[in-house]
């Protein structure tokens, strides 16, 4: 079992819409998670980093870390077609250690 | 642009040969992680740097290596190439090479073919 999953998708939603991204992981020794986003034929951009369970907001976008269910979700509110791209969940752990989900691919048709 | 720049941006090989991958980290960076991206294995963590030293190792095979220079730039070396080495490389750089709470920068990557 990989360290992070993440349905790959497609995943394909009308302009406006709210967005559910989710990822699960398996390693406990994990501290702190990362949603990166990743155009096509781009490097991964960090997008939101949360260190604890609970939510964080951050304009449209808000992460969501359960800790005790290994739980993560970032959420898109009204999204636009600037928002199609691949989102990463990431694990790290330690002081270097990142481990990254293999993504999910969202278009948001306008 | 986050300001970290690798060359070249596209190679192709073939079976056997070895290729040298380049990056130079953003200003002020002193650490340098390169990662691999396939389709079925998605972001591997290979290696870091971080000021002209071996920080980290991940998922490196023993026919790659990298170094990092005293201008800070680093380059990645993949040798005795097989066909599923066929992948994105990316190189990202961040400030001190802390993992937490400290974002890494990623470059636009190589994307290397080899046949």
């Known amino acids: 079992q990989k360290e992070v999953e993440q349905d790959p998708g497609p995943l394909s939603v009308p302009e406006g819409a709210i967005v559910s991204l989710n990822c699960t992981y398996s390693?406990?020794?994990?501290?702190?998670f990362m949603w990166y986003r990743q155009y096509s034929r781009k490097g991964p951009e960090l997008l939101m980093y949360?260190?604890?369970?609970g939510n964080k907001e951050d304009g449209r976008f808000t992460a969501q870390v359960d800790k005790s269910s290994k739980y993560i979700s970032l959420f898109i509110r009204d999204s636009q077609p600037s928002d199609s791209a691949t989102y990463l969940c990431?694990?790290?752990?330690?002081?270097?250690?990142?481990?990254f989900g293999k993504g999910t691919k969202l278009s948001v048709i306008p | 642009d986050s300001g970290v720049t690798q060359t070249p941006k596209h190679l192709i090989t073939a079976t056997g040969q070895r290729v040298t991958l380049r990056c130079s980290p953003r200003?002020?960076?002193?650490?340098v992680y390169w990662y691999q991206q396939s389709l079925d294995q998605g972001l591997q963590f290979l290696i870091q740097?971080?000021?002209?030293?071996?920080?980290a190792k991940g998922n490196i095979l023993e026919r790659f290596s990298a170094q990092q220079f005293p201008d800070l730039h680093s380059e990645l070396n993949l040798s005795s190439l097989e066909l599923g080495d066929s992948a994105l490389y990316f190189c990202?750089?961040?400030?001190?090479?802390?993992?937490?709470?400290?974002?890494?920068?990623f470059g636009p990557g190589t994307r290397l073919l080899v046949l």
């Open positions: 990202a750089s961040s400030v001190v090479g802390r993992g937490d709470q400290e974002t890494q920068y």
């Open positions: 390693n406990s020794a994990f501290q702190y």
């Open positions: 949360t260190y604890s369970s």
């Open positions: 990431v694990g790290g752990a330690g002081s270097y250690q990142l481990t």
């Open positions: 200003s002020g960076d002193l650490s």
């Open positions: 740097y971080y000021n002209g030293e071996e920080r």
